[in-house]
């Protein structure tokens, strides 16, 4: 082998044969995870070197930027190593040529995280180094592995467990390259690096895929040992207090907005941030336990009508912390039983049901779907002890945002945790029914003595019309029943054989009137239809009442810009009570439910309902004296 180049800012181990062909997977899962797997992972970083036994919280600020190519330390040699390599499939062929194009820049964004009132990493000075105390060592120069505290509860409330977050710098950099810069208790100041290729020929001389900046001394017998550069290049990358600075140049521009990296900030460390565990500083924003709400309650940011929250809960999340008193959850996995607070929030008007499992650290897991209550109106915030954290840490995926038991390798264990996880949901799914229950409670008894009453008549007449009487005396009567069997009707022409299918008529025309519209002199006329209830879907949710109609089988109604909509009440034999129901007096106001406008209501008639792509949708809120066991048949104007 070619001896090491000790005047070289980044160093690669050498290799005899290039053998793997890839670039590193863990780059393309983080990549995929954008701007929250980033900001996640150097958040959760800079709680979990918090200093101890200190009652402040970290300060943790993020800033971007741009930055000049040779200011950035040993650029030139990266570059060179990435003119060497060669692709050999499709995928590293055109991460090889982006790479390439990105290198002629003068000048390239940046972004940085740095934080305050934190430990940094120690054992800089010592350099490569098996001690479990150099953590410099274990950060810099080793990949799958993080330190681990002395203190267990430390460890445990910790977010890092795996050791593979790191490279989710290197993914936000067009050039897979990251800095760190570390200030320690003593105040010794080095910078440090990464830059994640793939195996390479260079010089005639053959490496591995990964590269360090760092100094390197020759020990003899082929040996070397890495040590970091004390920290004296660009202030970009200085680090004069206590802590640690990560850089990313040649950010991605899929990374460099200010507006989400705020917002995932928010959306995994909501509960550090309200607990006053940790304060964010993103460019000029302050995010802290008194302006968070400045931020989750910000159109800009994100959306603030409660029914159309059904990709992102931060806010429903804050309000439900914050305003609910927390109950009591036991969850067990078939050996322990784990306490949680529950932070629950039921309200008719949410459209998605989630659950934020949340770390002590205050870090979230995940936004949990509730098997079978995905669409139930309710938002909780789930928090335990350091017992359930400890255990919600193993359930952990790589990237900190599922819980999960397929990764466990010990069946057994793997057995609890899948229990465990089924238990957390069956528990949830009992408090939603419960909720659902108060929330809804039954109507009570119906007075339905008019409609039996006309129900018994009708019947009275179509059995007297279909049978004869014979008078006897006393003024008593009997049933004369006849022995003629009715003659079987002629199929009509073009009758329905047995087995076809039966074509469903969706609408069928009433009739054709004159409907006074009062903004115009003329009085158009309309077509008045009545629906076939396939075309209908009803849904009452507390006092809010949903109907759905699908006009895409009708040609006569869906290419129509607009529809009036009028109803009447059918009971349980089919008998329709045309005059028998008021909208006014059952509905405090009818919404469009595709536009939101507020349908006016004229002769008990909904009038301009728009119809967008053959549906139209209402939105009725329901007065007190509202019947939720009516049966309305629906009649259509166009």
């Not at 005639?204 to 040996?223: A, V």
Request: overall charge neutral; glycine content about 6%.
């Amino acid at each position: 082998m070619n001896p090491v180049n000790i005047n070289q800012l980044w160093q690669f181990s050498q290799i005899p044969n290039i053998e793997e062909s890839n670039f590193n997977k863990v780059l393309e899962k983080f990549f995929n995870l954008r701007i929250p797997g980033l900001t996640r992972e150097n958040t959760q970083n800079a709680l979990d070197g918090r200093l101890l036994d200190f009652d402040r919280p970290v300060i943790l600020t993020i800033k971007t930027g741009t930055i000049r190519k040779e200011d950035i330390p040993g650029i030139d040699e990266v570059i060179e190593r990435i003119s060497c390599l060669k692709g050999r499939n499709s995928y590293t062929k055109e991460a090889i040529e982006h790479m390439r194009n990105k290198m002629g820049q003068d000048e390239v964004g940046y972004i940085s995280f740095e934080d305050f009132n934190t430990r940094g990493l120690k054992g800089a000075i010592n350099g490569q180094s098996d001690s479990k105390e150099d953590t410099w060592a274990i950060y810099a120069y080793n990949k799958g592995v993080h330190s681990e505290e002395e203190d267990e509860s430390v460890e445990t409330s910790r977010g890092g467990s795996h050791g593979v977050g790191k490279i989710a710098s290197n993914a936000a950099s067009d050039l897979n390259l990251m800095y760190f810069a570390n200030c320690d208790a003593e105040g010794n100041q080095h910078l440090g690096g990464t830059v994640q290729l793939i195996e390479h020929t260079y010089h005639d001389q053959s490496y591995r895929s990964s590269g360090y900046f760092t100094d390197i001394e020759i020990l003899g017998d082929n040996k070397t040992k890495f040590y970091p550069f004390k920290n004296t290049f660009h202030e970009v990358f200085e680090k004069k207090t206590r802590g640690l600075k990560i850089v990313i140049p040649y950010l991605r521009d899929e990374y460099n907005n200010e507006k989400e990296i705020i917002k995932s900030v928010c959306d995994s460390f909501f509960i550090s941030i309200l607990q006053q565990k940790l304060e964010v500083v993103v460019n000029d924003n302050n995010i802290t336990s008194k302006t968070i709400k400045d931020y989750v309650e910000n159109p800009d940011y994100y959306v603030q009508e409660l029914g159309e929250m059904k990709n992102e809960f931060t806010p429903l999340y804050v309000s439900t912390y914050l305003n609910q008193e927390p109950r009591s959850l036991t969850v067990s996995d078939g050996v322990n039983d784990y306490q949680f607070n529950l932070y629950f929030h039921y309200d008719e008007a949410i459209p998605k049901g989630r659950m934020a499992i949340v770390r002590t650290i205050g870090m979230k897991i995940e936004d949990k779907k509730i098997k079978g209550n995905v669409n139930k109106p309710f938002n909780a915030v789930l928090i335990g002890g350091s017992a359930e954290d400890g255990y919600l840490k193993s359930l952990e995926n790589e990237s900190h945002t599922e819980l999960s038991y397929e990764h466990i390798k010990d069946p057994k264990l793997q057995k609890r945790a899948k229990k465990f996880i089924n238990n957390l949901s069956r528990g949830i799914s009992s408090i939603i029914e419960e909720a659902i229950k108060k929330n809804n409670p039954t109507d009570g008894l119906m007075n339905t003595k008019d409609i039996l009453y006309v129900v018994e008549n009708q019947f009275k007449r179509d059995l007297s019309d279909s049978m004869a009487t014979v008078k006897i005396n006393k003024g008593k009567s009997l049933v004369k029943m006849t022995t003629d069997v009715p003659k079987k009707k002629k199929k009509s022409k073009g009758a329905i054989k047995p087995g076809e299918p039966k074509k469903i008529n969706y609408v069928k025309r009433v009739n054709r009137q004159l409907t006074t519209d009062n903004d115009s002199d003329q009085e158009p006329q309309r077509d008045k239809y009545i629906t076939h209830p396939d075309i209908v879907e009803r849904l009452i949710i507390g006092n809010n009442e949903m109907v759905h109609f699908d006009f895409k089988e009708s040609k006569e109604i869906k290419k129509e810009p607009s529809c009036n909509i009028s109803l009447s009440i059918i009971d349980g034999m089919g008998v329709e009570y045309t005059d028998e129901f008021n909208l006014h007096e059952n509905y405090s106001r009818v919404i469009d439910g595709t536009t939101g406008k507020v349908c006016k209501v004229e002769n008990n008639i909904i009038k301009d309902v728009a119809i967008t792509q053959g549906v139209s949708k209402l939105q009725l809120e329901l007065k007190n004296n509202f019947n939720k066991a009516l049966k309305f048949v629906y009649y259509i104007e166009v």
